[in-house]
């Protein structure tokens, strides 16, 4: 399937790059590489990385400025859907590429590559690199390390196997770069964004099922000077509360009218019910946008009874094994 990919890439004389709304550090990161591969490769093709930026990962490299393009082709990466493409439409190419982790919802591209068992869509461009001729160096390396790293929660997800090692061995012996300058790109932060997160483990609100939530206001985000999508970027960091299964952040965003919703799992799959109010994601992994915070509300209310009825499927496995 890569060589497909190939041969349209040498087809076209411009490329331009996109992914999905709301930039994170595997969307960006697997983006941005892409294009400096292709540029490396190709260098008289006019490769483009379009998004929205963020000034939270400026440091990994900086986007370029949307154009239009009489015939081009357009690559989205780390999104499964038309409605989350970030800025451009696709009606304006004259051929387009997917490449995803995530579960399948719908196709619009001619050509789809789509793994969601690897741990981020970083990986997926890994084995690219790796099992075609394009080029890479150390600071492609660096950016792909930075979004695998990024999605996987250093590597304590599931989606992290054998394999995964193996390509990201290959990478640091072949391009080698310094891992503690890229943590330090991915984690370091202001003291805002440390005092929302105390902020946030005082008042996450824990339901007799095992779901935790916090409701995030215009006022909060004032208060601790940080934007709206501060608090979401912070979802990861809950992972290890004993009594919390199924954890979210529901932050208010005023400039766009509507709640940021980051939900994350270790227990039951969530993104099936995350769909149902407008989401998605993956299984233990996911996010939407509402319009109303009732909305927000509604869909914690359903993760709690899906938290009721895992709990009790847990128990019915336990009382047959006792038996």
Request: hydrophobic residues 40%; proline residues 2%.
């Amino acid at each position: 399937m890569f060589e497909k990919v190939i041969s349209k890439i040498e087809e076209y004389n411009t490329i331009v790059i996109a992914r999905h709304k709301g930039v994170d550090p595997d969307a960006l990161c697997s983006q941005l590489a892409l294009r400096d591969s292709i540029r490396l490769t190709y260098p008289d093709k006019k490769v483009l990385a379009i998004g929205t930026g963020s000034s939270k990962f400026l440091d990994f490299g900086r986007l370029d400025k949307l154009e239009v393009f009489d015939n081009a082709l357009l690559i989205v990466l780390d999104t499964p859907d038309v409605k989350r493409i970030d800025l451009v439409n696709i009606t304006n190419f004259s051929e387009i590429i997917k490449i995803d982790h995530h579960p399948f919802i719908e196709k619009f591209a001619d050509i789809e590559i789509i793994n969601d068992e690897m741990s981020s869509t970083s990986e997926i461009i890994m084995s690219f690199l790796y099992e075609t001729e394009l080029e890479c160096n150390s600071d492609i390396a660096e950016l792909l390390y930075m979004g695998l790293v990024s999605d996987s929660n250093r590597f304590l997800f599931n989606t992290c196997r054998s394999e995964t090692f193996k390509m990201v061995g290959y990478y640091l012996d072949k391009y080698p770069f310094d891992i503690t300058k890229a943590y330090q790109k991915l984690y370091l932060r202001p003291l805002t964004e440390v005092r929302l997160h105390g902020f946030i483990s005082l008042n996450m609100k824990v339901s007799d099922n095992g779901l935790g939530y916090i409701i995030i206001n215009e006022t909060d985000l004032r208060e601790f000077g940080v934007d709206s999508a501060s608090a979401g970027n912070m979802i990861n960091d809950f992972n290890y509360i004993n009594e919390v299964l199924v954890w979210a952040t529901i932050t208010e965003d005023i400039k766009n009218m509507q709640y940021r919703v980051s939900i994350r799992s270790r227990g039951p799959e969530i993104n099936k019910v995350v769909e149902t109010h407008g989401g998605g994601g993956h299984r233990f992994a996911a996010g939407v946008k509402t319009k109303t915070l009732e909305e927000a509300l509604s869909l914690m209310d359903a993760l709690d009874d899906k938290l009721l009825a895992y709990k009790n499927e847990l128990s019915e496995v336990d009382s047959n094994d006792n038996k």
